[in-house]
Protein backbone atom coordinates (compact mmCIF):
# COMPACT_ATOMS: atom_id res chain seq x y z
CA UNK A 1 0.00 0.00 0.00
CA UNK A 2 1.64 3.82 -1.32
CA UNK A 3 2.82 5.71 1.40
CA UNK A 4 -0.25 8.68 0.70
CA UNK A 5 -2.89 5.70 1.22
CA UNK A 6 -1.95 5.07 4.43
CA UNK A 7 -1.64 8.27 5.35
CA UNK A 8 -4.90 8.84 4.21
CA UNK A 9 -6.46 5.96 6.09
CA UNK A 10 -5.20 7.05 9.70
CA UNK A 11 -6.04 10.02 9.21
CA UNK A 12 -10.15 8.88 8.49
CA UNK A 13 -9.39 7.08 11.42
CA UNK A 14 -8.54 9.78 13.33
CA UNK A 15 -11.32 12.48 12.15
CA UNK A 16 -14.15 9.31 12.66
CA UNK A 17 -12.87 8.89 15.98
CA UNK A 18 -12.89 12.35 16.64
CA UNK A 19 -16.63 13.06 15.92
CA UNK A 20 -17.72 10.38 17.66
CA UNK A 21 -16.07 11.17 20.88
CA UNK A 22 -17.21 14.85 19.79
CA UNK A 23 -20.77 13.78 20.33
CA UNK A 24 -20.32 12.86 24.10
CA UNK A 25 -17.15 15.68 24.81
CA UNK A 26 -17.85 19.40 23.23
CA UNK A 27 -14.88 20.18 21.40
CA UNK A 28 -14.68 24.05 21.67
CA UNK A 29 -11.10 25.27 20.85
CA UNK A 30 -9.61 27.98 22.62
CA UNK A 31 -9.10 30.76 20.25
CA UNK A 32 -8.22 33.88 20.88
CA UNK A 33 -8.35 36.96 17.98
CA UNK A 34 -6.86 40.24 19.14
CA UNK A 35 -6.05 43.76 17.51
CA UNK A 36 -2.45 44.43 18.05
CA UNK A 37 -1.47 48.19 17.99
CA UNK A 38 2.74 48.43 16.32
CA UNK A 39 3.89 49.91 13.53
CA UNK A 40 3.67 47.53 10.78
CA UNK A 41 7.15 46.39 9.99
CA UNK A 42 7.50 47.98 6.11
CA UNK A 43 6.96 51.22 8.12
CA UNK A 44 9.77 50.60 10.81
CA UNK A 45 12.84 52.37 10.04
CA UNK A 46 14.84 49.47 10.48
CA UNK A 47 14.72 46.08 9.55
CA UNK A 48 16.91 42.99 9.57
CA UNK A 49 16.69 39.40 7.79
CA UNK A 50 18.85 36.66 7.39
CA UNK A 51 18.95 33.51 5.47
CA UNK A 52 21.61 30.73 5.88
CA UNK A 53 21.79 29.01 2.71
CA UNK A 54 21.31 25.02 1.86
CA UNK A 55 25.29 24.56 2.40
CA UNK A 56 25.82 26.14 5.33
CA UNK A 57 26.79 23.99 8.26
CA UNK A 58 23.63 24.51 10.21
CA UNK A 59 21.35 24.48 7.12
CA UNK A 60 23.73 21.23 6.28
CA UNK A 61 22.64 19.60 10.01
CA UNK A 62 18.58 20.73 9.16
CA UNK A 63 18.27 19.08 6.15
CA UNK A 64 20.14 15.92 7.24
CA UNK A 65 18.07 15.62 10.20
CA UNK A 66 14.55 16.03 8.53
CA UNK A 67 15.59 13.80 5.32
CA UNK A 68 16.84 11.32 8.03
CA UNK A 69 13.06 11.88 9.70
CA UNK A 70 11.61 11.30 6.42
CA UNK A 71 13.46 8.24 5.11
CA UNK A 72 11.93 7.19 8.96
CA UNK A 73 8.73 8.05 8.16
CA UNK A 74 8.38 5.75 5.06
CA UNK A 75 10.12 2.77 6.53
CA UNK A 76 7.81 2.49 9.27
CA UNK A 77 4.74 3.22 7.04
CA UNK A 78 5.94 -0.02 4.60
CA UNK A 79 7.18 -1.99 7.56
CA UNK A 80 4.30 -1.31 10.37
CA UNK A 81 1.58 0.63 8.37
CA UNK A 82 2.10 4.01 10.72
CA UNK A 83 4.87 5.78 11.61
CA UNK A 84 6.80 5.56 14.56
CA UNK A 85 8.06 7.31 17.56
CA UNK A 86 11.61 8.86 16.60
CA UNK A 87 13.23 12.16 16.58
CA UNK A 88 16.72 13.03 14.69
CA UNK A 89 17.02 16.57 15.82
CA UNK A 90 20.41 16.38 17.43
CA UNK A 91 22.84 15.75 14.33
CA UNK A 92 26.08 17.74 14.45
CA UNK A 93 28.91 18.39 11.87
CA UNK A 94 32.53 18.90 13.08
CA UNK A 95 34.46 20.74 10.30
CA UNK A 96 37.25 19.30 8.60
CA UNK A 97 40.23 20.54 6.85
CA UNK A 98 41.23 21.64 3.64
CA UNK A 99 43.80 23.39 1.24
CA UNK A 100 41.31 25.17 -1.58
CA UNK A 101 43.33 26.75 -4.54
CA UNK A 102 42.50 28.02 -7.88
CA UNK A 103 41.76 25.25 -10.26
CA UNK A 104 41.59 22.57 -7.74
CA UNK A 105 42.50 22.30 -3.78
CA UNK A 106 41.54 19.33 -1.84
CA UNK A 107 40.08 18.10 1.65
CA UNK A 108 43.17 16.51 3.90
CA UNK A 109 40.74 15.77 6.91
CA UNK A 110 37.21 15.21 5.96
CA UNK A 111 33.57 16.15 7.67
CA UNK A 112 32.49 14.53 9.90
CA UNK A 113 28.77 13.83 10.86
CA UNK A 114 26.99 12.21 13.78
CA UNK A 115 23.82 11.68 13.38
CA UNK A 116 21.81 11.79 16.55
CA UNK A 117 18.40 10.88 18.43
CA UNK A 118 15.94 8.37 19.29
CA UNK A 119 14.29 6.51 16.96
CA UNK A 120 12.18 2.79 17.34
CA UNK A 121 13.79 0.11 15.98
CA UNK A 122 11.48 -2.99 16.84
CA UNK A 123 7.50 -2.95 16.77
CA UNK A 124 5.56 -6.10 17.33
CA UNK A 125 7.85 -7.98 16.11
CA UNK A 126 8.95 -6.29 13.01
CA UNK A 127 12.75 -5.08 13.52
CA UNK A 128 13.61 -1.98 11.46
CA UNK A 129 17.39 -1.00 10.64
CA UNK A 130 17.22 2.71 11.45
CA UNK A 131 20.75 3.12 11.56
CA UNK A 132 20.94 1.88 8.12
CA UNK A 133 18.25 3.96 6.83
CA UNK A 134 19.79 6.62 8.37
CA UNK A 135 23.12 6.62 6.70
CA UNK A 136 21.31 6.04 3.47
CA UNK A 137 19.17 9.11 3.64
CA UNK A 138 21.81 10.95 4.82
CA UNK A 139 24.42 10.15 2.25
CA UNK A 140 21.65 10.77 -0.77
CA UNK A 141 20.74 14.36 0.72
CA UNK A 142 24.32 14.89 0.65
CA UNK A 143 24.85 13.88 -2.50
CA UNK A 144 22.08 15.58 -4.05
CA UNK A 145 22.44 19.03 -2.17
CA UNK A 146 26.29 19.51 -2.31
CA UNK A 147 27.17 19.19 -5.91
CA UNK A 148 31.04 19.37 -5.70
CA UNK A 149 31.22 17.24 -2.35
CA UNK A 150 32.53 13.72 -2.58
CA UNK A 151 30.14 12.10 0.41
CA UNK A 152 32.72 8.84 -0.19
CA UNK A 153 36.02 10.73 0.40
CA UNK A 154 35.03 14.00 2.21
CA UNK A 155 32.78 12.75 4.43
CA UNK A 156 32.43 10.27 7.91
CA UNK A 157 29.22 9.70 8.80
CA UNK A 158 28.26 8.68 11.89
CA UNK A 159 24.95 7.71 13.91
CA UNK A 160 24.29 6.98 17.05
CA UNK A 161 20.20 6.66 17.60
CA UNK A 162 19.00 5.60 21.00
CA UNK A 163 15.95 3.41 21.41
CA UNK A 164 12.92 4.86 21.16
CA UNK A 165 9.70 3.88 22.94
CA UNK A 166 6.80 3.72 20.09
CA UNK A 167 3.56 5.49 21.33
CA UNK A 168 1.85 4.13 18.72
CA UNK A 169 -1.10 2.38 19.92
CA UNK A 170 -1.42 4.87 22.45
CA UNK A 171 -1.74 7.88 19.49
CA UNK A 172 -3.99 5.78 17.29
CA UNK A 173 -5.84 4.51 20.23
CA UNK A 174 -6.92 7.98 21.63
CA UNK A 175 -7.54 9.38 17.86
CA UNK A 176 -5.35 12.19 17.99
CA UNK A 177 -1.82 12.37 19.12
CA UNK A 178 -0.85 13.82 21.89
CA UNK A 179 1.27 16.53 22.54
CA UNK A 180 4.49 15.21 23.28
CA UNK A 181 5.72 18.84 25.22
CA UNK A 182 4.30 22.12 26.47
CA UNK A 183 5.84 23.97 23.78
CA UNK A 184 4.55 26.75 21.55
CA UNK A 185 4.70 27.45 17.64
CA UNK A 186 4.62 31.18 16.57
CA UNK A 187 4.13 32.24 12.54
CA UNK A 188 3.37 35.47 10.82
CA UNK A 189 2.46 36.40 7.55
CA UNK A 190 3.11 38.39 4.71
CA UNK A 191 6.79 38.45 4.67
CA UNK A 192 7.87 42.07 3.42
CA UNK A 193 9.74 43.41 0.71
CA UNK A 194 13.42 42.85 2.64
CA UNK A 195 12.12 39.30 3.62
CA UNK A 196 10.93 38.64 0.07
CA UNK A 197 14.39 39.93 -1.92
CA UNK A 198 17.00 37.63 1.28
CA UNK A 199 14.80 34.39 0.91
CA UNK A 200 14.74 34.78 -2.90
CA UNK A 201 18.57 36.00 -3.36
CA UNK A 202 19.58 32.38 -1.98
CA UNK A 203 17.02 30.46 -3.86
CA UNK A 204 18.81 32.99 -7.08
CA UNK A 205 22.08 31.88 -6.57
CA UNK A 206 21.15 28.51 -6.56
CA UNK A 207 19.60 28.38 -9.62
CA UNK A 208 22.58 31.03 -11.08
CA UNK A 209 24.59 27.61 -10.48
CA UNK A 210 23.37 26.40 -13.96
CA UNK A 211 25.39 29.14 -15.50
CA UNK A 212 28.10 29.83 -12.65
CA UNK A 213 29.41 26.24 -11.67
CA UNK A 214 31.70 28.29 -9.39
CA UNK A 215 28.78 29.26 -6.98
CA UNK A 216 29.14 27.15 -3.87
CA UNK A 217 26.13 26.18 -1.99
CA UNK A 218 27.08 27.59 1.47
CA UNK A 219 25.93 30.79 0.85
CA UNK A 220 24.50 33.44 4.02
CA UNK A 221 22.61 36.56 3.04
CA UNK A 222 21.97 39.34 5.60
CA UNK A 223 19.49 41.92 4.81
CA UNK A 224 19.34 45.30 6.48
CA UNK A 225 16.66 47.75 5.43
CA UNK A 226 17.31 51.63 6.49
CA UNK A 227 14.12 53.76 6.02
CA UNK A 228 13.91 53.18 1.82
CA UNK A 229 17.45 51.56 1.41
CA UNK A 230 18.13 47.86 1.14
CA UNK A 231 21.57 46.52 1.36
CA UNK A 232 22.19 42.73 0.82
CA UNK A 233 25.63 41.23 2.67
CA UNK A 234 26.29 38.01 1.09
CA UNK A 235 29.09 35.56 1.82
CA UNK A 236 29.10 32.89 -0.32
CA UNK A 237 31.20 30.13 -0.50
CA UNK A 238 33.25 29.74 -4.10
CA UNK A 239 34.78 26.39 -5.71
CA UNK A 240 38.06 26.62 -6.54
CA UNK A 241 38.07 24.09 -8.80
CA UNK A 242 36.27 26.17 -11.30
CA UNK A 243 37.76 28.94 -10.90
CA UNK A 244 41.22 29.80 -13.35
CA UNK A 245 42.66 32.62 -11.05
CA UNK A 246 41.99 35.69 -8.86
CA UNK A 247 40.79 37.89 -12.13
CA UNK A 248 38.25 34.88 -12.96
CA UNK A 249 36.89 34.84 -9.13
CA UNK A 250 36.62 39.12 -9.48
CA UNK A 251 34.73 38.36 -12.42
CA UNK A 252 32.30 36.05 -11.20
CA UNK A 253 31.36 37.47 -8.04
CA UNK A 254 31.15 40.87 -10.14
CA UNK A 255 28.54 39.24 -11.88
CA UNK A 256 26.38 37.73 -8.92
CA UNK A 257 26.56 41.20 -7.48
CA UNK A 258 24.97 42.36 -11.09
CA UNK A 259 22.67 39.82 -11.32
CA UNK A 260 21.30 40.13 -7.76
CA UNK A 261 21.00 43.54 -7.74
CA UNK A 262 18.78 43.21 -11.17
CA UNK A 263 16.61 40.84 -9.46
CA UNK A 264 16.05 42.89 -6.09
CA UNK A 265 15.30 45.58 -8.49
CA UNK A 266 12.13 44.08 -9.50
CA UNK A 267 10.70 43.29 -5.91
CA UNK A 268 10.69 46.88 -4.94
CA UNK A 269 11.61 50.76 -5.63
CA UNK A 270 13.62 51.18 -2.89
CA UNK A 271 17.41 51.33 -3.18
CA UNK A 272 19.18 48.11 -3.38
CA UNK A 273 23.23 47.50 -2.45
CA UNK A 274 24.47 44.51 -2.81
CA UNK A 275 27.45 43.20 -1.59
CA UNK A 276 29.24 40.00 -2.13
CA UNK A 277 32.24 38.80 0.42
CA UNK A 278 33.31 41.96 2.22
CA UNK A 279 35.74 39.82 4.03
CA UNK A 280 37.78 39.22 0.38
CA UNK A 281 41.29 40.67 0.65
CA UNK A 282 42.24 40.96 -3.41
CA UNK A 283 45.78 42.15 -2.47
CA UNK A 284 46.63 39.56 -0.11
CA UNK A 285 45.02 36.60 -2.58
CA UNK A 286 42.97 35.56 0.82
CA UNK A 287 39.09 35.14 -0.81
CA UNK A 288 36.33 32.82 0.17
CA UNK A 289 37.54 29.86 -1.69
CA UNK A 290 36.34 26.53 -0.71
CA UNK A 291 36.94 23.19 -2.43
CA UNK A 292 33.60 21.45 -2.00
CA UNK A 293 31.55 24.72 -1.87
CA UNK A 294 30.76 24.58 2.29
CA UNK A 295 32.74 26.19 5.05
CA UNK A 296 32.33 23.13 6.80
CA UNK A 297 34.96 21.36 4.68
CA UNK A 298 37.31 23.89 7.29
CA UNK A 299 36.60 25.74 10.17
CA UNK A 300 32.49 25.72 10.76
CA UNK A 301 30.40 23.41 12.57
CA UNK A 302 27.17 23.11 12.24
CA UNK A 303 24.10 21.79 14.42
CA UNK A 304 20.44 21.15 13.88
CA UNK A 305 18.14 24.74 14.90
CA UNK A 306 20.95 27.48 14.75
CA UNK A 307 19.72 28.45 11.07
CA UNK A 308 17.04 29.44 9.64
CA UNK A 309 13.23 28.98 11.17
CA UNK A 310 10.81 26.77 9.27
CA UNK A 311 9.76 29.56 6.99
CA UNK A 312 12.86 30.07 5.45
CA UNK A 313 14.45 32.55 7.63
CA UNK A 314 15.76 34.24 10.67
CA UNK A 315 13.52 37.60 11.56
CA UNK A 316 14.64 39.51 14.67
CA UNK A 317 12.22 42.13 14.13
CA UNK A 318 9.14 39.43 14.25
CA UNK A 319 8.58 37.28 17.32
CA UNK A 320 10.35 33.82 16.65
CA UNK A 321 10.60 29.88 18.53
CA UNK A 322 13.47 29.35 19.39
CA UNK A 323 12.59 25.33 18.58
CA UNK A 324 14.31 23.49 15.92
CA UNK A 325 11.82 22.29 13.65
CA UNK A 326 13.90 19.65 11.54
CA UNK A 327 13.92 16.17 12.74
CA UNK A 328 11.26 16.31 15.44
CA UNK A 329 8.89 13.63 14.45
CA UNK A 330 5.38 14.72 12.53
CA UNK A 331 2.97 12.95 14.68
CA UNK A 332 3.06 14.50 17.86
CA UNK A 333 6.29 16.82 18.35
CA UNK A 334 4.44 19.82 18.99
CA UNK A 335 7.96 22.31 18.50
CA UNK A 336 7.70 20.88 14.67
CA UNK A 337 3.99 20.89 14.41
CA UNK A 338 2.99 24.19 15.79
CA UNK A 339 5.27 26.20 14.01
CA UNK A 340 4.54 24.62 10.44
CA UNK A 341 0.90 25.02 10.97
CA UNK A 342 0.88 28.49 12.77
CA UNK A 343 3.03 29.79 9.48
CA UNK A 344 0.67 28.15 7.53
CA UNK A 345 -2.67 29.39 9.13
CA UNK A 346 -0.88 33.48 9.01
CA UNK A 347 -0.44 32.73 5.56
CA UNK A 348 -3.76 31.89 5.01
CA UNK A 349 -5.33 34.39 6.93
CA UNK A 350 -3.04 36.77 5.20
CA UNK A 351 -4.23 36.06 1.42
CA UNK A 352 -7.90 35.23 1.95
CA UNK A 353 -8.67 37.97 4.39
CA UNK A 354 -9.21 41.69 3.80
CA UNK A 355 -8.35 44.14 5.93
CA UNK A 356 -5.36 42.09 7.45
CA UNK A 357 -1.81 44.05 6.99
CA UNK A 358 -0.01 41.65 9.54
CA UNK A 359 -0.85 38.58 11.54
CA UNK A 360 1.26 37.35 14.12
CA UNK A 361 0.04 33.53 15.32
CA UNK A 362 0.71 31.81 18.60
CA UNK A 363 -0.18 28.27 19.24
CA UNK A 364 0.60 26.50 22.93
CA UNK A 365 0.39 23.07 23.63
CA UNK A 366 -0.30 21.36 26.81
CA UNK A 367 1.72 18.08 27.30
CA UNK A 368 -0.25 14.93 26.66
CA UNK A 369 -3.35 16.64 25.45
CA UNK A 370 -4.53 16.13 21.88
CA UNK A 371 -2.74 18.63 19.33
CA UNK A 372 -5.61 19.56 17.95
CA UNK A 373 -6.75 21.11 20.66
CA UNK A 374 -4.00 23.58 22.31
CA UNK A 375 -4.00 25.43 25.44
CA UNK A 376 -4.40 28.80 22.97
CA UNK A 377 -4.53 29.52 19.55
CA UNK A 378 -4.36 33.16 19.44
CA UNK A 379 -4.13 35.82 16.07
CA UNK A 380 -2.32 38.94 16.84
CA UNK A 381 -4.11 41.71 13.84
CA UNK A 382 -2.40 44.92 12.65
CA UNK A 383 -5.41 45.68 10.73
CA UNK A 384 -5.53 48.28 7.69
CA UNK A 385 -6.24 51.86 8.23
CA UNK A 386 -9.95 52.01 8.68
CA UNK A 387 -10.55 48.35 9.21
CA UNK A 388 -11.85 46.96 13.35
CA UNK A 389 -10.87 43.41 13.60
CA UNK A 390 -13.83 42.50 15.71
CA UNK A 391 -15.41 42.61 11.72
CA UNK A 392 -13.20 39.73 10.64
CA UNK A 393 -12.98 38.28 14.11
CA UNK A 394 -15.09 35.72 12.96
CA UNK A 395 -13.29 34.91 9.38
CA UNK A 396 -10.11 34.55 11.18
CA UNK A 397 -11.17 32.16 13.88
CA UNK A 398 -12.61 30.41 11.33
CA UNK A 399 -9.58 29.55 9.51
CA UNK A 400 -8.08 28.72 12.52
CA UNK A 401 -10.41 26.15 14.11
CA UNK A 402 -10.50 24.73 10.51
CA UNK A 403 -6.74 24.43 10.56
CA UNK A 404 -6.58 22.61 14.07
CA UNK A 405 -9.57 19.86 12.90
CA UNK A 406 -7.01 19.09 10.04
CA UNK A 407 -3.73 19.13 11.80
CA UNK A 408 -3.16 15.47 10.61
CA UNK A 409 -2.67 17.03 7.16
CA UNK A 410 0.95 18.19 8.61
CA UNK A 411 1.79 14.71 9.05
CA UNK A 412 1.25 13.91 5.56
CA UNK A 413 2.81 16.69 4.22
CA UNK A 414 5.78 16.33 6.35
CA UNK A 415 6.22 13.00 5.38
CA UNK A 416 5.69 13.52 1.58
CA UNK A 417 8.44 16.16 1.78
CA UNK A 418 5.96 18.85 0.85
CA UNK A 419 6.39 20.90 3.55
CA UNK A 420 10.19 22.96 3.94
CA UNK A 421 11.30 22.81 7.73
CA UNK A 422 14.62 25.36 7.42
Request: proline share 4%.
Amino acid sequence: MCQTNILLKAKSAIIHYHRGLSRLYPMTRNIKVEPLKQTPLEKQEIELVERKGIGHPDSIADGLAEAVSRALCTEYINRCGAVLHHNTDETQIVAGRSYPEFGGGEVVSPIYILLVGRATKEFDGVHIPTDTIAIGAAREYLEGTLLNLDVNRDVILDCKFGEGSSDLRDVFHRGMPGANDTSFGVGFAPFSETEQIVYRTERELMDLRKKIPAIGEDTKVMGLREGDKITLVIACAMVGRHLDDLDHYVSVTGEMRDHIANMSCKCTDREINVLINTADNLENESVFLTVTGTSAEMGDDGSVGRGNRCNGLITPNRPMSMEATSGKNPINHVGKIYNLLSSKIASEVAETVDGVEEIYVRILSEIGKPIDQPLVADAQIVSAEGVNVETINAEVRAIIDRSLENITDITRLVAEGKLATF
